[in-house]
């Protein structure tokens, strides 16, 4: 029996600040997998970097999990994310297909946007309610520098496919950006330019709200079930909430399109409460 059989691929429910009570569908499986390597990475060091499709998890392994769901837990969205990014699984287009058999919540996919030049990878998307594409970066050093890529991704090849994802997509469009230290006046200019550009339903700017395992650890995928040691996560610093406050305004008064951000409460890398503006 192998680690992905043993393995459940279903997590949560997650509290988040942009979506309430998520439950976490997994489609990657125990071992991390991403076309990314952030450096904010809430899992830690991803050991496996492709851009390779292939299925991890059986759909109908899921589909088990889906059945054994107690239906009165509630809910108020379903995520596809977990242990990296979910646009890897083959049989995405299948378990989002399932996944609405069983669950009558929206189906939400947070995606890195790496793969979204592939005509079969916006298929699959095509029947997920709402898909959140992840943005941290306006040009190729920042992309290196905080995404880490694998090689022939480059923030060009990631745009077009954002925009021709836009084009096709009759469900909700959100862009995520992670802010790890405050942008300069001509970053937050051109980022602005690539908002009109896509022109998405919505923008969330993000911050890190848990810590970065320094080992890969599984259950750092959803809500942490245990106290940490110091030794076993790196403290992300965050950005004030006067500079989330400032730059969604700006986007808001320049391209008039919804920008939500966590309004941060405690500062305890161990337990952190956020909350939208909205």
Known sequence: MSLTD??????????????????????????ATCSFNCI????????????????????D???????????????????????????????????????????DVPVVVLTNGSLLGNRAVR???????????KLDSISDQQ?????????????????DGIIQF???????LAIQTMLLAPWSSENRAHYIELIQEIFPDEVQLNVPSRPRMLT????ARGNSVRALESHEFQKLNCVSTKTLRDFATQIETYVGISTSYPIIKTQNPRSREFYSKN
């Open 166 to 172: 836009s084009e096709e997509y009759s469900g909700e």
């Open 123 to 133: 298929a699959d998307l095509k029947s997920a309610d709402q898909v959140v594409v």
């Open 216 to 219: 890969h650890q599984l259950e």
């Open 6 to 31: 043993c393995f459940d691929p279903i997590y949560g429910p997650v509290k988040s600040w942009r979506f309430g009570r998520s439950l976490g569908i997994d489609p990657i499986g125990p071992l």
């Open 143 to 159: 992309l290196q520098n905080v995404n880490r890529p694998v090689t022939d991704i480059s923030i060009t090849s990631i745009l």
């Open 40 to 59: 904010y990475c809430q899992l830690g060091n991803i050991p496996r970097r492709t851009i390779q499709r292939q299925i991890f998890v059986k759909t």
């Open 61 to 103: 392994q899921i589909q088990q999990a889906l059945e054994n769901w107690d239906p009165l837990v509630s809910l108020d969205v379903v995520t596809f994310s977990g242990s990296g990014e979910p646009t890897l699984a083959l049989n995405l287009g299948e378990i989002i297909a399932c996944t609405k058999e069983y669950l």
